[in-house]
């Protein structure tokens, strides 16, 4: 099924979805790699109030390639050149600690993730950007409202983004704990033995 989602996201918005179900996410979309991933749980060690929301958040695991211009009202203003999706399992084991914390409703990125189908089960779902399409996931982006961390980099850096129907996004990992990866992995394995 297709399904059209704003952020953010409730709990019953990621609990209706299946794997495999195509969905599109319009609204205030996070980028978070793997030093931004590090500093969230940081600052939660510590006691101290993150700089934005992570309240239904959505999380893109992505290091965009942005460019600052001269804005209409004659400040600055960042734009997107280019926003692909990295590989999401460079964050699995942070994961599970960030969703103890926060409720973060989805996470955005590539190639799937290991062991973190429990920690998701009931609260989050993961959904998978095809890798290559830069061009394509920055047109969907309208706005930048802000930057935070930027002292980490541009690539790993948290940049908030408005997108309108950012997608097609695949659900990966349902929140009854049913993951497309692995089920994948191991039906090819099955295959593969009985050659």
Same mark, same amino acid.
């Given at each position: 099924?297709?399904?059209?989602?704003?952020?953010?996201?409730?709990?019953?918005?990621?609990?209706?979805?299946?794997?495999?179900?195509?969905?599109?996410?319009?609204?205030?979309?996070?980028?978070?790699?793997?030093?931004?991933?590090?500093?969230?749980?940081?600052?939660?060690?510590?006691?101290?109030?993150?700089?934005?929301?992570?309240?239904?958040?959505?999380?893109?695991?992505?290091?965009?390639? &942005?460019?600052?211009?001269?804005? $209409?009202?004659?400040?600055? @203003?960042?734009?997107?050149?280019?926003? #692909?999706?990295? %590989?999401?399992?460079?964050?699995?084991?942070?994961?599970?600690?960030?969703?103890?914390?926060?409720?973060?409703?989805?996470?955005?990125?590539?190639?799937?993730?290991?062991?973190?189908?429990?920690?998701?089960?009931?609260?989050?779902?993961?959904?998978?950007?095809?890798?290559?399409?830069?061009?394509?996931?920055?047109?969907?982006?309208?706005?930048?409202?802000?930057?935070?961390?930027?002292?980490?980099? &541009?690539?790993?850096?948290?940049? $908030?983004?408005?997108?309108? @129907?950012?997608?097609?996004?695949?659900? #990966?990992?349902? %929140?009854?704990?049913?993951?497309?990866?692995?089920?994948?992995?191991?039906?090819?394995?099955?295959?593969?033995?009985?050659?």
């Amino acid at each position: 099924m297709e399904y059209h989602l704003e952020t953010p996201l409730k709990e019953e918005d990621v609990e209706q979805l299946n794997a495999g179900d195509i969905v599109y996410i319009s609204g205030i979309v996070l980028t978070a790699r793997d030093e931004a991933h590090a500093r969230i749980l940081e600052m939660h060690e510590e006691g101290h109030e993150l700089p934005f929301d992570l309240e239904g958040a959505a999380i893109y695991h992505c290091g965009p390639l &942005m460019q600052k211009k001269e804005a $209409e009202d004659g400040g600055e @203003e960042w734009t997107v050149v280019a926003a #692909g999706p990295t %590989t999401s399992d460079r964050m699995s084991k942070m994961t599970p600690e960030l969703l103890k914390h926060y409720n973060v409703r989805a996470l955005i990125g590539k190639g799937g993730m290991n062991n973190v189908a429990e920690s998701l089960k009931g609260k989050c779902i993961y959904l998978a950007y095809t890798g290559g399409c830069a061009a394509l996931a920055a047109g969907s982006i309208k706005r930048v409202p802000k930057v935070h961390w930027f002292d980490l980099g &541009m690539p790993e850096a948290v940049w $908030e983004l408005e997108v309108d @129907e950012f997608g097609p996004l695949i659900v #990966g990992i349902d %929140t009854k704990a049913n993951d497309l990866f692995t089920s994948i992995k191991e039906k090819a394995r099955e295959s593969f033995s009985k050659k």
